[in-house]
Every structure is written in structure tokens, then in C-alpha cells.
């Protein structure tokens, strides 16, 4: 059996747990191939509810081994606490079914100094990170410079992660005019950490491979989107890692001939946290209405930060890239009651670029910020769409706004949510 990905086809936050929740239950492994702790999943089981940044969310499916492979960075302390919050509720993510990659890269207190740092010097042309060391952790791992995960099982961790934070330390104090870090208590601190996750220390590709070749599924399970991808997206407005479809295969270590399906998750209009470019945001009572006021879980706020997102009409354009960077097989529409009472609707057909007009991106996203989106615009509805489980149930309106978003996606639709329960859902026909 192959491997099935779901990729943000988005900015991230596009409901991507939704498809996890769903797909899980009939997979063997649930992999998390990319990024780390500034992804933030929400999964609910029943009147449950579990927040995830590290851990797959896929694991709450009992019969699931849940991998982090080497295209993540993990932050010790905050995989630990994961871990722990688990069990107390009783879910087992014991070494047997909890598996970390020897070569995915640790995030030190240093990272994260550096992160707030570089953040606070480029003042307002910042990134708008999540400040969780991210980028500077990707930065060690391609200067060579990084501690791993496999680092933990040698006699001398501590003093690899002394050395690195020492390293740190001079930037810290010569660039950027900081206090340095306590090296030594942070080596200590980490050698405490490496005791109990040394058994979950593996060669996920192994792993993955063995359940592949016995006839077993995985699942990958994106982070953060296609428009954050450090290539591919709207750089230098992007994470560190490659979310993408191909960044399966490296974060993985699997080839692309294991992939069948690729699944990308789209919301029915557009967010986007931090900053960069974004050519569909409403600041008015539209991107008001919806962002939501934040009394509801599933409002537009950040799960990792709480900063309320921006919001904005649907850009098809992007999308469209979207299914193109990724091999997109199929796409999976959340939040679509969210519109409901929105009349008329818009969505980005095109932009307006240097006097022309484009139906695809004209230079990759690096245009985006001069681009003026060109709309186009449909009836909305009003009628209450939470409990449609079929086509059928939807109101001509809705049916015709996923229709247009077939069309221009040229990829058909598997489901689109209708609310934030598991069965507020309406499958569509293949
Ligand atoms: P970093 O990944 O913390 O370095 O942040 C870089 C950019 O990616 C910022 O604009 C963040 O807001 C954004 N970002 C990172 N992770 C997520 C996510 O899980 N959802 C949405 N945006 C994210």
C-alpha cells in the first residue's frame, strides 16, 4: 500500500486534522515529515480535546505508529510535555508507538534567543515568525552546524549541545548585543531530556519502508502550507522547512514512486498569519465576519500563538499553484458554512500585474505583492448549512461555489467541511 499525503494548500491552518481524523483510522503509520513546534493541530475525539504541535495527530486512532521524520525540528521540552499530556489521558505513545528520526534536528534555547533576536532587529520588515527557534534550527542544519536527534544516544550530548550553544552565545552577544546563555545548565538540562527520548530515537525510513513493504498505509501529515515552503512560497514571508508534497520524500526518506495520492486542503476563502503578501485580505466587516470574535475554537486565531489571522477572499490563482507545486490528486474544502450569509461572494480569478492580466502566477509568488487580484463574483446563500451531509443538501449556491473552485482547481473535490464536528461533512461524488 502507498503513501498518502495532505498538504496545506494554503498559508497553513487549512483544517488539515479534519482529513488526518478521517484518514487515520485505516492507516498504520501517521507521519509529521516537516517543520516543528509552530504548527499547531487540533484534533477532537468526542468531547476530547487534544492540542498537538510535534506528535502526529494521527495518533489518537488507536492501532497508529506515529513518526516524526528528518525533515522536522523538535524542541525537547515541548515533545516531552506532549508526550506527557498524552498519557495522563490515557492515550499510549509509549517508544512502541512513537518513533523520532536520528537525523531530525533539535531546537536549543538558542534557537529560540536567536529567533526573537532577528525577529526584534529587522523591526518592520520582520518575518512574523512564531518565535519557536524554527528558522535559526533549519539555519544550524544547513550550515552543518546542528544537534541531532540521533546525538542523543552518544556519551557526549551535553557537551555537543554545550558547544553549539557556546557557538550561539557570540553571535548572541556580538551581533545582536544580548546576554549569553547559561551553556552549561542548558547542557544539563538537555542531557535530562535525551534520557527519556532515547528510545524513541529510530531510523524512521526503516520503519516507514518495512510497514510499506508489508502492504501497510502511511499517511503524511503536512504542516504549516504550499505558500509557506521555504522554495516554493512567498519568501522571504515563509517558514524554514519544505511542506510541500516533495518534501515528503526527503523529510520521509521514501521515493516518489510510494506516493499515490496527494490530498490538498484549501479553507472555502484565504487567512494567513504573520506577515507578506496577500492579495485577497479585507480589513473591513467581511474579513471581520470571517475571522469570527474568537469565542469559538475554530475561529480564525493562531493555535500556537492566539494572533487573530488575516482574512480574505478565496484566490483561485493560488490555489491553482497550489495543485501544480504538489501534484495535487484531490482537493478538501473546510469551513464552507463560514460563508453562509455572505452575499455576494468574490473569488480571485486572476491578477492584474504591470498592466496585464494573469490567470497564473506570473513570476511565482514573488509578484503577489504587486498583484491586484481580479474578481470573480457569485450569488451566496443563506440557509444554514451545518447539517448538509450530502450534495443534495447544500443550496444551488454553494454547490455552484465549489463547482467554480473544480473547475478552476482542475482536481476534484473529496469533502467539504460544514462545521467543526467530525460529521459535518458533505462527500462529494468522485
Ligand atoms: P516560523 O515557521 O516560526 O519561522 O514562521 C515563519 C512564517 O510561517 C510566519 O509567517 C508564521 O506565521 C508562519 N507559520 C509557521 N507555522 C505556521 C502554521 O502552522 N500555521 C500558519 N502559519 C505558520
Not at 501544480?324 to 473569488?347: H, Q
Not at 444554514?384 to 443534495?392: L, N, P, V, Y
Amino acid at each position: 500500500m502507498p503513501i498518502t499525503i495532505i498538504v496545506g494548500a494554503q498559508w497553513g491552518d487549512e483544517g488539515k486534522g479534519r482529513v488526518t481524523d478521517l484518514l487515520a483510522a485505516e492507516a498504520d503509520i501517521v507521519a509529521r515529515y516537516s517543520g516543528g513546534d509552530n504548527a499547531g493541530h487540533t484534533v477532537t475525539v468526542g468531547s476530547e480535546i487534544f492540542k498537538l504541535h510535534l506528535v502526529p495527530s494521527g495518533i489518537v486512532q488507536p492501532g497508529t505508529v506515529g513518526v516524526m521524520g528528518a525533515g522536522m525540528v523538535i524542541n525537547p521540552k515541548k515533545l516531552l510535555a506532549e508526550i506527557d499530556g498524552l498519557a495522563e489521558r490515557g492515550l499510549d505513545v509509549s517508544p512502541d508507538r512513537l518513533k523520532l528520526s536520528a537525523a531530525a534536528h533539535l531546537i536549543l534555547p538558542s534557537h529560540l534567543a536567536l529567533d526573537g533576536a532577528s525577529e526584534e532587529a529587522l523591526g518592520a520588515g520582520a518575518i512574523g515568525t512564531t518565535r519557536r527557534g524554527i528558522g535559526p534550527a533549519y539555519t544550524d542544519r544547513a550550515a552543518r552546524a546542528g544537534v541531532r536527534g540521533g546525538d542523543m544516544l552518544a556519551d557526549d550530548f551535553a557537551q555537543r549541545v554545550y558547544q553549539a550553544v557556546e557557538a550561539k552565545n557570540r553571535v548572541l552577544v556580538e551581533i545582536y548585543g544580548r546576554e549569553p546563555l547559561d551553556a552549561e545548565g542548558i547542557a544539563d538540562e538537555y542531557e535530562g531530556y535525551a534520557r527519556r527520548l532515547r528510545p524513541y530515537v529510530a531510523d524512521v525510513s526503516r520503519e516507514v519502508h518495512q510497514v510499506l513493504r508489508a502492504g501497510g498505509r502511511v499517511l503524511a501529515e503536512g504542516a504549516q502550507g504550499t505558500l509557506l515552503d521555504v522554495s516554493h512560497g512567498t519568501y522571504p514571508f515563509v517558514t524554514s522547512s519544505s511542506p510541500i508534497a516533495g518534501g515528503v520524500l526527503t523529510g520521509l526518506g521514501v521515493g516518489p514512486k510510494e506516493v499515490d495520492r496527494v490530498i490538498g486542503v484549501t479553507k472555502a476563502f484565504q487567512t494567513r498569519v504573520g506577515e507578506g503578501p496577500m492579495p485577497t485580505e479585507l480589513t473591513g466587516s467581511v474579513g471581520q465576519a470571517l475571522r469570527g470574535t474568537g469565542a469559538n475554537l475554530w475561529d480564525e486565531y493562531g493555535t500556537t500563538t492566539g494572533r487573530p489571522r488575516r482574512c480574505g477572499w478565496l484566490d483561485l490563482v493560488l490555489l491553482r499553484y497550489a495543485v501544480r507545486i504538489n501534484g495535487l490528486t484531490d482537493l478538501v474544502i473546510t469551513k464552507l458554512d463560514v460563508l453562509t450569509g455572505l452575499d455576494p461572494l468574490r473569488v480571485c480569478v486572476a491578477y492584474r500585474y504591470q498592466g496585464q492580466e494573469w490567470d497564473d502566477l506570473p513570476f511565482g509568488p514573488n509578484a503577489l505583492a504587486e498583484s491586484e487580484p481580479v474578481y470573480a463574483e457569485l450569488a451566496g446563500w443563506t440557509k444554514d448549512i451545518t447539517g448538509a451531509r450530502e450534495e443534495a443538501d447544500l443550496p444551488p449556491a454553494a454547490r455552484g461555489y465549489l463547482d467554480l473552485i473544480e473547475e478552476r482547481a482542475g482536481v476534484p473535490i473529496f469533502f467539504a467541511s460544514v462545521g467543526p464536528e467530525r460529521e459535518q461533512a458533505v462527500h462529494l461524488a468522485p
